[in-house]
């Protein structure tokens, strides 16, 4: 798998040791850590948008979940050029090097962000496209390539598309990182988080352990090739909801900072997760309030 070292890639990988799997992660730490990496993989550094290195890492490869990427609609919109290499480049060279290997199937790590502002909520995968920013229009380039290579030469290849996904190891370190990771930051710290916006704005969190579970169906289940299909829990909580309920957990009471909105903000995200259900047999199994319960836990253990 690519991206082993990121948040969401490092709990992949665990739970594919876990399950018995041999593992080899690939991963050149852009965004990643090593020390993210689990034991029990093998692990090569290097840039998947580099050809050699795409052929060199899914030789005798039977699955390849492909989650490198730099995440961020922000980070995109200030600097669009990084961030295509890593998620358009990095995809279509992982699609050319995993067919020509005679690799059985690939995962692709999509995002909600393709859908932009949808007039109609949950969002769901026959619904038209309309990114908002250079990283939703990345990832929806991202799918549509792994869509074609199914199309025209018959490789599978299935899109998760995720959720604002949260949980343990995701790095709360940078003005790009994930809102949930800055939350918890912030009200461990005892300073006051930012909300960009009047924090009307809503999302579906997702546990990371959810996505673990839709990524591996994902690559398991037979006949979903050339498949869409949202990852998800189909829950909607506003960013103000959201500091109340970890207000409520952390037992305190900290006020938010309000900025402008950013450039590029989808207003409301929530996921139809019908299709996963019915595909793969999805349900997700950690909802938000234990999910940030977790998390927390985690980042007291980390000492971040
Ligand atoms: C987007 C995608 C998500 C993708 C992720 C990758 C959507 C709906 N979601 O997440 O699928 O995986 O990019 O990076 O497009 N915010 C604050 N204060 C902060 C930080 C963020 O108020 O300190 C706000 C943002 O403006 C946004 C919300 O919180 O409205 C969530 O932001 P973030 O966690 O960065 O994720 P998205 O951009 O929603």
């Not at 009471?253 to 989808?266: L, Q």
Request: hydrophobic share 35%; with cysteine; aromatic share 8%.
């Amino acid at each position: 798998m690519t991206g082993g070292a990121g948040f969401i890639g490092s709990h992949i990988s665990e739970a594919l040791v876990q399950r018995g799997h041999r593992v080899r992660v690939a991963d050149n730490f852009a965004t990643g850590y090593r020390h993210n990496l689990r034991d029990g993989v093998e692990f090569i550094e290097g840039d998947c948008a580099d050809p050699a290195f795409a052929q060199r890492i899914v030789a005798g490869i039977d699955y390849v979940i492909h989650q490198a990427a730099i995440p961020s609609v922000p980070r995109s919109v200030e600097k669009p050029l990084g961030s295509h290499r890593a998620n358009v480049d990095g995809m279509l060279q992982m699609l050319h090097a995993s067919r020509t290997a005679g690799v059985t199937r690939l995962v692709f790590a999509g995002s909600s962000s393709v859908y932009g502002d949808t007039a109609v909520l949950p969002k769901t995968e026959t619904m038209p496209t309309n990114p908002l920013s250079p990283y939703a229009l990345q990832k929806l380039m991202g799918e549509m390539y792994g869509q074609m290579f199914t199309r025209l030469y018959g490789f599978e290849t299935v899109t998760t598309r995720y959720f604002n996904v949260f949980g343990p190891r995701q790095d709360p370190g940078s003005p790009y990182s994930g809102v949930i990771s800055l939350f918890i930051k912030a009200l461990s710290t005892g300073t006051r988080p930012v909300i960009y916006g009047d924090g009307g704005q809503t999302r579906d969190f997702t546990y990371v352990s959810n996505v673990v579970e839709g990524v591996i169906l994902a690559a398991e289940t037979p006949g979903v090739g050339g498949e869409v299909v949202n990852v998800a829990t189909n829950g909607r909580v506003s960013l103000n909801q959201l500091l109340a309920t970890l207000n409520k957990i952390f037992g305190s009471d900290v006020e938010p900072i309000y900025k402008d909105p950013r450039t590029g903000d989808v207003r409301d995200s929530q996921a139809d997760i019908a299709k996963a259900g019915r595909l793969l047999g999805y349900k997700p199994t950690v909802g938000l309030e234990e999910g940030l319960r977790h998390t927390i836990e985690w980042y007291k253990g980390a000492n971040i």
